[in-house]
Each structure stands twice: as structure tokens, then as C-alpha cells.
């Protein structure tokens, strides 16, 4: 235990002294940059960790909850466009109570006539058919003239213009509620159908994101999101504030840039303190446990008793929320909603590697990963262009050999992140701070 403690600490003293180095070397507001993604990256980590490290749950569709946390940003924070919901706000809302009112039939009839057989069936068809007509009926112009509400600059409704920390909560309500119809549909596959089913959803939802401009703009991205945090230009004119720049003897700007940053820190790292309090809790609790053994043997499991499609389903849940609540906090971070840059590199290989390298099942691993893979990730370019630089110092400036060189320090980033891996599974396969509790990793 002892040991493990130790471990733990020197990894993390370690992986502030490269965040302090960057600060030193670099400048500071890159490096409270970085910690703010390394946070969310963590928290990330921490939710597919809790799905795969306590129930070995392959969730390959990690971008698409993180996606919802992204829209309920919008949802919570712009204000209500009052043309868009002139034009046609009532058509969405009619056309949303029919398909709440067809969901609802078609529960009533599946139960009302479960000793019918072929009835049930073509009952429950004509239903769900009768609603979808129904509800395009009213959705499709509706939606078309919401698009047509000055497109340049709003076309869609716009949200409730509430505080957008509202919108972290709310983004992992969002994900959970997903990952409940996901989980109903997909949880009784295998690992690898399982992974392929959620990758399949996850992709559904974000060309949803990028489709529906009503909605969300769609390509043409949602930008000003409200901040929590003051902004640098309301800084940079305050007496007090300009008072400190001097204090601190560096620029206004660069002040305002650094305040602004440690804010964030400030109120992401609230999160992740909280989300690791609970993780930790849980692990180590009779429920922790018991999922444990789900994940290590079903069979044996489901023999003495327990629902291991029920908890499956808690735990797809639980860890879902927590990604999207991350989603929420990135779009905030950023201040814009694009959901073209959700992407499965960004969103998926690079949160399994986390876990992968940071410890499958031990949540300080997972946080771990999340800091240490987008760290690396976000210096790898930088610091191979000076490696390629100093390598090639020796030839000439205009050395084809020299110039294709640097033109490829951009691939070191997945370099970087294929040796990071391979150098993981071949000299710590079980990750830098492995499972505690001595039992067999997920297979």
C-alpha cells in the first residue's frame, strides 16, 4: 500500500513538474491552457473508466455523449431567437408531443396485447408509422422556416439564456437519457457488437448535430457562448486589475489571459475533485464490488443472483453522464459549438489511451492518463519541430531533406501517441497505477 501511495505521488509530482516546465520554458497561459484540457481529458477518462474499469464495457461512442454535453450548452445558455419561435416554435413543440404521444401508445400497446403475438406486432407498426407522418407533418416546414430566420446569424431557436454552468449538469442529464435507450437496445450484444453499436449511434447523433441547424446551426457552428468567468477585454480596463498586472510584473494582456485561465482551472477543477470523490466511493463500496465481479465473471455472477443487465445499464449510465458533463465543460472552454470537430481521434482513441496508459479500473489512473495523454498530445508537435530542428541543424537552410522534415513534425502527434501506447502495454501493461484490488483486468 505503501508503495502504491508513493507511486502515486511521484507520478503526479512528475506530471506537474512538465506543466511547470512548459510554464517556465513556454509561457504561462499555454500551460494553464493545457491543465484546463488535461482536467476535462480527466474527467473523460474518468467516465469511460467507470464503464469499462468497473463493468468491462466497450463504449466506442464516446464523442456522441460527449456531443449532447455540447448542445446543452446551447439549450441552457444562448438566448431564445423570438422570430425562430414565432416562425415556427410551435410546429417543433406540436410535432415533439406527438412522438412523446406515440412513444407512449406504443408502450401501451406492446403491454395491453403481449398474449397477441402477430396483432402486438403490426398494432405497435401502424402506430409508430401513423406517428412519424404525423409528426413530419408538422416538423419539416416548421423547421424549414425556422432556417430561414436571418441564417447568417441566428436560424435556429437559440436557448434559454440561463448561466451556462447550468448546462454541466444538464449535459450529463442529456447523455444519461441516451445512454438509457442506448443501453436498452444495445447492452444485451457482445463486446465487439457492443462497440460497434455505440460507435454506429454515436455517429447518428453527431450527423444530427451537424444536419439539424434548427437546432444547433449546424456547420455554421454556434459562437459567444456566455462565460463563467469575466472576460480579458473587461479586465484589461479595470484599475484593480491593471494594479495586479504590475504586481505580477508581466503585461495586461498576458494578466488578463493568465486570470481568466486559473478561473477555469479554478472551477473545472471543483469538478473533478467531486467526480473523483464519488468514483472513488463507488469502486470501494458493496455496489463497487459487486460490479467488479460482474465485469471479472457474468456467468457466475447471474448464478448467484444478480441482474447483470441491470447493472450493466447503471454503469453505461454512470459513465456516460460523466462524459457528458465533460462535453458541457469543453463547449464552455471553447465558447463555440462545432459539431464538426467531433471527431473519433480526438474524442475516442485518445480517451481509451488515457485509460489504457493511466490504469483500467483505479480512478487516480485514469486521471493520471487523462493529464499525461493530452499533454503529450498537445506537445508533441511542438517539441518535434525543435527536435527536427536541432537534428537537421547541421544541414542547409534550404535542404529538401531538412524541409520535409519539419513539413512533417504535424505527424508526430500520432507518432507520439502509437509509441506512448506501445511503450505502455510493453513495459506496464496494466497501466501506470494499476487496479489495487488484485483481481483480473476486463478480458
Not at 455505440?198 to 457562448?225: H, P
Amino acid at each position: 500500500m505503501t508503495y502504491t501511495r508513493n507511486r502515486k505521488i511521484l507520478l503526479f509530482a512528475a506530471m506537474a513538474g512538465l506543466l511547470l516546465a512548459v510554464g517556465f520554458l513556454q509561457s504561462w497561459s499555454l500551460a494553464l491552457a493545457i491543465v484546463n484540457l488535461c482536467i476535462i481529458s480527466a474527467i473523460m477518462s474518468l467516465g469511460v473508466n467507470i464503464q469499462w474499469g468497473y463493468g468491462g464495457l466497450f463504449n466506442a461512442g464516446i464523442m456522441g455523449f460527449a456531443a449532447l454535453g455540447g448542445l446543452a450548452a446551447i439549450v441552457i445558455s444562448m438566448p431564445p431567437v423570438p422570430a425562430a419561435w414565432q416562425a415556427g416554435g410551435d410546429g417543433v413543440l406540436i410535432s415533439f408531443l406527438i412522438v412523446v404521444a406515440t412513444v407512449f401508445a406504443g408502450v401501451f400497446a406492446y403491454r395491453q396485447l403481449k398474449h397477441l403475438g402477430i396483432v402486438r406486432g403490426i398494432a405497435i407498426g401502424i402506430i409508430v408509422i401513423v406517428g412519424i407522418f404525423a409528426a413530419r407533418a408538422y416538423f419539416l416546414p416548421a423547421t424549414t422556416e425556422i432556417e430561414l430566420v436571418e441564417p447568417a446569424k441566428t436560424g435556429y431557436l437559440g436557448g434559454l439564456d440561463l448561466p451556462i454552468i447550468l448546462a454541466w449538469p444538464v449535459g450529463g442529464l442529456l447523455a444519461a437519457g441516451a445512454a438509457w435507450v442506448v443501453g436498452r437496445v444495445a447492452l444485451g450484444l457482445r463486446a465487439d457488437y457492443l462497440a460497434i453499436a455505440t460507435l454506429g449511434i454515436s455517429e447518428i447523433i453527431v450527423a444530427m448535430m451537424k444536419n439539424e441547424d434548427w437546432l444547433t446551426r449546424g456547420v455554421k457552428n454556434v459562437n459567444g457562448l456566455p462565460r463563467p468567468t469575466p472576460y480579458e477585454v473587461d479586465l484589461q480596463n479595470t484599475p484593480w486589475f491593471v494594479d495586479l498586472a504590475n504586481d505580477w510584473s508581466v503585461g495586461v494582456i498576458e494578466a488578463s489571459s493568465i486570470y481568466v485561465k486559473l478561473c477555469y482551472a479554478g472551477l473545472f477543477l471543483v469538478v473533478l475533485l467531486i467526480v473523483l470523490f464519488l468514483s472513488e466511493r463507488a469502486l470501494n463500496s458493496p455496489w463497487g464490488r459487486m460490479m467488479r465481479s460482474i465485469r471479472d465473471n457474468e456467468d457466475a455472477a447471474e448464478a448467484m443472483g444478480k441482474d447483470v443487465k441491470g447493472r450493466h445499464l447503471e454503469i453505461f449510465i454512470l459513465g456516460s453522464a460523466v462524459i457528458g458533463i465533460a462535453g458541457a465543460m469543453l463547449t464552455t472552454l471553447d465558447g463555440q459549438f462545432t459539431p464538426v470537430s467531433y471527431q473519433p481521434l480526438r474524442f475516442t482513441f485518445l480517451i481509451w489511451v488515457m485509460v489504457i496508459v493511466g490504469g483500467s479500473g483505479n480512478n487516480f489512473g485514469a486521471v493520471l492518463g487523462g493529464f499525461l495523454i493530452w499533454f503529450a498530445w498537445i506537445e508533441a508537435e511542438p517539441v518535434g519541430a525543435w527536435l527536427i530542428d536541432t537534428l537537421t541543424s547541421g544541414l542547409a537552410e534550404d535542404s529538401a531533406l531538412r524541409l520535409h522534415l519539419i513539413d512533417g513534425a504535424i505527424n508526430m502527434r500520432p507518432i507520439t501517441m502509437g509509441l506512448v501506447l506501445l511503450l505502455a502495454l510493453r513495459f506496464s501493461p496494466r497501466g501506470l497505477i494499476p487496479e489495487e484490488s488484485g483481481q483480473a483486468r476486463p478480458k
